[in-house]
């Protein structure tokens, strides 16, 4: 009750029912399976073509996390990053989503010389952007990528609660060529 009252902001408070130990319970068997998910690699990428409308070039992909969890089935991101994020799952899993996305660019690239793939990028790996760049840029070196082959998504609120961060690492994305959209603009 205490951690639902403060997550509503100050001065609110919350009685005790039952469906909240329903909800920790859940929340803490996300919280293992999630780490199982990782090493037996139950995550899978669903591909988003972005085409242009008028000529029907094929130009981007948007690469989809989805679960399939052994027991509850399919399982979307919404039910399962936040706790990824709050338990310090999610640099892993972002980690093997940019290894599968480039992997999947480098082969595509073949025949569609210019095609990039955009990439979400979670608050918490924001928060630690030196290490975040380290790996994209190893993950492009391993698959002989050019920077302009990934696009980076992250959200309006890094630029807002970090700017000189966000700048600083805006600049070392856009010194290897990566393109970058504002994910959630606007909200």
Request: net charge negative; hydrophobic share 40%.
């Amino acid at each position: 009750a205490m951690y639902a009252a403060k997550s509503q902001g100050r001065n609110h408070c919350q009685l005790y029912v039952t469906h909240m130990s329903e909800q920790i319970q859940h929340r803490l068997t996300l919280k293992k399976d999630l780490r199982r998910a990782i090493s037996n690699e139950e995550f899978f990428l669903v591909f988003q073509p972005q085409i242009e409308i008028v000529s029907g070039y094929f130009f981007a992909i948007e690469a989809l996390l989805r679960w399939q969890h052994p027991t509850r089935g399919l399982l979307l991101p919404a039910s399962f990053i936040s706790i990824a994020e709050d338990n310090s799952l999610i640099s892993d899993i972002s980690h093997w989503v940019l290894e599968k996305r480039l992997k999947t660019v480098a082969h595509l690239r073949g025949k569609h010389h210019d095609l990039y793939v955009s990439v979400n990028i979670s608050a918490h790996d924001l928060l630690q952007p030196t290490q975040l760049t380290q790996k994209i840029t190893t993950c492009l070196q391993k698959y002989g990528l050019p920077g302009n082959a990934l696009e980076l998504e992250p959200t309006e609120s890094f630029f807002l609660e970090q700017p000189e961060v966000a700048s600083t690492t805006l600049q070392d994305w856009n010194n290897q060529g990566i393109r970058i959209a504002i994910d959630d603009f606007g909200t």
